[in-house]
């Protein structure tokens, strides 16, 4: 059997879990389900389409491809810039709506904001810059043979290194440094963290900051192996939820795993099955996990 | 006090149903349609009210028993000649109860968001099947059928004009109001309201809650089963987007609008959301969702009980 299906889930899998980790920090954090995260993905790739071609433009065509890569050193200028710019906008949208819902209102009003929110942040990129697809270099490019009959272009390695880089950086930023203590300890206990002196609310505008960011990292992916449009982000919100579910939520490590899992399922069943049973196959995995494990992989179940 | 109430309530519901007979006759073609599709999209909240509202579980998954009544009905609509209007019912309700047996088995297991989630991906499952198994489902284009006449044996058959097309859908909606609001008010519906405020409690005082949780999410499936029949009749055709997820969210939010836990509420943000969506969609054309998705925000934060519960403490005030 051919091992392509691996190659391509994984690609797909590393885009998942970027985004998968914004919603499971959410999540634990703030303790709702956060339908917007998928515009989050959308507005991150519009930012760094806006911000590549402002470069371009400036430089007078500066946008040679570097290497082997379909893109040049503008694209990641631009990613840098756009990061931080769609954490801006998660963090305007916690301003605008979520903070001012957070005293008073059920994590159910909470939810059904957020799809709101989506709805109105979807239309809103469809009205700028119309549904017509757009792209970030129209360079082609000829996969390279990595043995066993797999195949991937040099792009889409560059991909997962970047995506391995960036979990690596949450996974330290968590784990050693102040701010990444602080926000274990609010999502192990607020009410006790706030006791202990921890600054909930910088905490949580650090969480929008991150999921924003990690976000539109997974916006600028998908723009570059696939198409930028205004539903890219809805399109990609189910597998969200089911990997950030997949591998537990509230886990980071998880929620990468989890979106590994479903985009490989997802590409070895359009190997296998045939592409139209691709979405199908990701819940019924979902569905068996929940039934045997409805913490996910990577969270202790609760004794 | 109690009886008060009662001649207060009565009195209300006789006259927004007497409003709502007369209705085809004063209005419009276009709007005496659209008044009757408000009253299905009313019912489908209002059964999801069983379970937002009254149970405390959100599902986001009323789409596939709300699509599986369409197609059930298709189903019945399509083999039988001349179309039978109780076999439609008949079969709906039961792809809709089978949808919702499965759904309530795996997922009541779950709690909160993983129920949440667990209905929504039921739902997107059925979505892929029903969208994929073109043979017997039409794919994409769905499936067309003739509406049915209302008919009692082989007495009287009278053929469905808009207008009779009404009473009918404003009988049953008014039945299933009455009908839900008497199993709300019941020992069964106590229960699940005590599950809503406490259920390690309610547990604990020794209910089997699970079994409870099933059958409140048969219920309001069978209820979503029966909106969807409705909506077949009235539209003659059957398709896969009213099966898709985002039918859920919308029925949630006609519930979030209006007012959970009422289950008039849900119908009157159900015809809120609607004619908001119509009008807004008049003047803005196709970017009408921008400044809907807005409005609906702006009720959440500044209206968090909804539309009903606004008017509530307004008229008590």
């Not at chain 1, 991937?152 to 979990?167: H, Y």
């Not at chain 1, 990444?180 to 006791?195: H, I, W």
């Given at each position: 059997?051919?091992?392509?299906?691996?190659?391509?889930?994984?690609?797909?899998?590393?885009?998942?879990?970027?985004?998968?980790?914004?919603?499971?920090?959410?999540y634990?954090?703030?303790r709702f389900a956060n339908f917007a995260?998928?515009?989050?993905?959308?507005?991150?790739?519009?930012?760094?389409?806006?911000?590549?071609?402002?470069?371009?433009?400036?430089?007078?065509?500066?946008?040679?491809?570097?290497?082997?890569?379909?893109?040049?050193?503008?694209?990641?200028?631009?990613?840098?810039?756009?990061?931080?710019?769609?954490?801006?906008?998660?963090?305007?949208?916690?301003?605008?709506?979520f903070?001012?819902l957070?005293?008073?209102a059920s994590s159910i009003t909470i939810v059904i904001a957020s799809f709101g929110?989506?709805?109105?942040?979807?239309?809103?990129?469809?009205?700028?810059?119309?549904?017509?697809?757009?792209?970030?270099?129209?360079?082609?490019?000829?996969?390279?043979?990595?043995?066993?009959?797999?195949?991937?272009?040099?792009?889409?390695?560059?991909?997962?290194?970047?995506?391995?880089?960036?979990?690596?950086?949450?996974?330290?930023?968590?784990?050693?440094?102040?701010?990444?203590?602080?926000?274990?300890?609010?999502?192990?206990?607020?009410?006790?963290?706030?006791?202990?002196?921890?600054?909930?609310?910088?905490?949580?505008?650090?969480?929008?900051?991150?999921?924003?960011?990690?976000?539109?990292?997974?916006?600028?992916?998908?723009?570059?192996?696939?198409?930028?449009?205004?539903?890219?982000?809805?399109?990609?919100?189910?597998?969200?939820?089911?990997?950030?579910?997949?591998?537990?939520?509230?886990?980071?490590?998880?929620?990468?795993?989890?979106?590994?899992?479903?985009?490989?399922?997802?590409?070895?069943?359009?190997?296998?099955?045939?592409?139209?049973?691709?979405?199908?196959?990701?819940?019924?995995?979902?569905?068996?996990?929940?039934?045997?494990?409805?913490?996910?992989?990577?969270?202790?179940?609760?004794? | 006090?109690?009886?008060?109430?009662?001649?207060?309530?009565?009195?209300?519901?006789?006259?927004?149903?007497?409003?709502?007979?007369?209705?085809?006759?004063?209005?419009?073609?276009?709007?005496?349609?659209?008044?009757?599709?408000?009253?299905?999209?009313?019912?489908?909240?209002?059964?999801?009210?069983?379970?937002?509202?009254?149970?405390?579980?959100v599902?986001f998954?009323?789409?596939?028993?709300?699509?599986?009544?369409?197609?059930?009905?298709?189903?019945?609509?399509?083999?039988?000649?001349?179309?039978?209007?109780?076999?439609?019912?008949?079969?709906?309700?039961?792809?809709?109860?089978?949808?919702?047996?499965?759904?309530?088995?795996?997922?009541?297991?779950?709690?909160d968001i993983?129920?949440a989630?667990?209905?929504?991906?039921?739902?997107?499952?059925?979505?892929?099947?029903?969208?994929?198994?073109?043979?017997?489902?039409?794919?994409?284009?769905?499936?067309?059928?003739?509406?049915?006449?209302?008919?009692?044996?082989?007495?009287?058959?009278?053929?469905?004009?808009?207008?009779?097309?009404?009473?009918?859908?404003?009988?049953?909606?008014?039945?299933?109001?009455?009908?839900?609001?008497?199993?709300?008010?019941?020992?069964?519906?106590?229960?699940?309201?005590?599950?809503?405020?406490?259920?390690?409690?309610?547990?604990?005082?020794?209910?089997?809650?699970?079994?409870?949780?099933?059958?409140?999410?048969?219920?309001?499936?069978?209820?979503?089963?029966?909106?969807?029949?409705?909506?077949?009749?009235?539209?003659?055709?059957?398709?896969?987007?009213?099966?898709?997820?985002?039918?859920?969210g919308?029925?949630v939010?006609?519930?979030v609008?209006?007012?959970?836990?009422?289950?008039?509420?849900?119908?009157?943000?159900?015809?809120?959301?609607?004619?908001?969506?119509?009008?807004?969609?008049?003047?803005?054309?196709?970017?009408?969702?921008?400044?809907?998705?807005?409005?609906?925000?702006?009720?959440v934060?500044?209206?968090?009980?909804?539309?009903?519960?606004?008017?509530?403490?307004?008229?008590?005030?």
């Amino acid at each position: 059997m051919n091992l392509q299906f691996v190659a391509d889930g994984v690609l797909t899998g590393a885009m998942i879990g970027l985004g998968a980790i914004g919603v499971t920090l959410t999540y634990s954090i703030l303790r709702f389900a956060n339908f917007a995260q998928g515009e989050f993905i959308a507005w991150g790739a519009y930012f760094a389409l806006l911000v590549a071609t402002a470069l371009g433009w400036l430089a007078g065509g500066s946008s040679t491809p570097i290497g082997p890569f379909s893109f040049g050193w503008g694209l990641m200028l631009a990613l840098i810039v756009a990061m931080p710019l769609t954490g801006a906008l998660a963090l305007g949208l916690d301003w605008a709506l979520f903070a001012r819902l957070r005293e008073q209102a059920s994590s159910i009003t909470i939810v059904i904001a957020s799809f709101g929110a989506s709805m109105a942040l979807r239309s809103l990129l469809e009205f700028l810059f119309t549904s017509r697809p757009a792209y970030f270099t129209r360079e082609l490019q000829i996969a390279i043979r990595l043995g066993w009959g797999v195949r991937a272009t040099p792009d889409q390695l560059a991909l997962v290194g970047l995506t391995a880089v960036l979990v690596l950086a949450l996974h330290v930023l968590l784990t050693r440094t102040q701010i990444g203590r602080s926000m274990r300890a609010v999502s192990e206990n607020p009410a006790l963290a706030r006791v202990a002196g921890v600054d909930v609310d910088q905490v949580v505008r650090v969480t929008w900051l991150l999921g924003g960011a990690l976000a539109c990292a997974s916006g600028v992916m998908v723009g570059l192996t696939v198409q930028i449009r205004p539903f890219m982000g809805f399109d990609l919100l189910l597998p969200l939820f089911a990997a950030a579910i997949l591998g537990g939520i509230g886990s980071v490590p998880g929620a990468l795993v989890g979106g590994l899992i479903v985009g490989i399922a997802e590409a070895a069943a359009a190997a296998t099955v045939g592409a139209q049973w691709r979405a199908a196959v990701a819940f019924v995995l979902l569905i068996a996990m929940l039934l045997v494990r409805p913490t996910g992989l990577f969270v202790a179940t609760p004794k | 006090m109690r009886s008060r109430h009662g001649v207060v309530f009565w009195t209300g519901f006789a006259v927004v149903i007497a409003l709502l007979i007369v209705a085809p006759f004063v209005l419009p073609e276009f709007w005496r349609r659209f008044l009757t599709e408000i009253l299905i999209w009313g019912l489908l909240a209002m059964s999801s009210d069983i379970l937002i509202g009254y149970t405390g579980m959100v599902s986001f998954g009323h789409s596939a028993f709300f699509g599986l009544g369409m197609y059930g009905a298709a189903a019945a609509l399509l083999t039988t000649d001349p179309p039978n209007l109780w076999l439609a019912l008949f079969y709906g309700l039961i792809a809709a109860a089978a949808v919702a047996a499965c759904v309530a088995y795996f997922s009541t297991r779950l709690r909160d968001i993983y129920f949440a989630i667990t209905t929504l991906i039921f739902s997107q499952i059925f979505y892929v099947v029903i969208f994929t198994w073109t043979a017997v489902t039409g794919g994409e284009n769905g499936l067309n059928f003739d509406q049915p006449a209302l008919g009692f044996g082989r007495v009287l058959s009278i053929p469905f004009t808009p207008t009779i097309l009404h009473w009918f859908v404003l009988a049953v909606v008014a039945g299933s109001y009455l009908l839900l609001r008497r199993i709300t008010q019941s020992p069964f519906g106590m229960v699940l309201q005590s599950i809503r405020e406490n259920e390690a409690r309610t547990r604990a005082i020794g209910y089997a809650i699970e079994r409870y949780k099933i059958v409140a999410v048969m219920l309001s499936g069978l209820f979503a089963g029966l909106a969807g029949v409705l909506y077949a009749i009235q539209n003659q055709f059957a398709a896969p987007d009213f099966v898709f997820f985002l039918v859920s969210g919308e029925t949630v939010i006609y519930n979030v609008i209006g007012g959970i836990g009422t289950l008039v509420g849900p119908i009157v943000g159900a015809a809120f959301f609607l004619l908001l969506r119509e009008g807004l969609s008049r003047f803005l054309t196709e970017y009408y969702l921008i400044s809907l998705g807005i409005i609906f925000i702006a009720i959440v934060i500044f209206l968090p009980q909804g539309l009903l519960g606004f008017a509530r403490r307004w008229l008590n005030e």
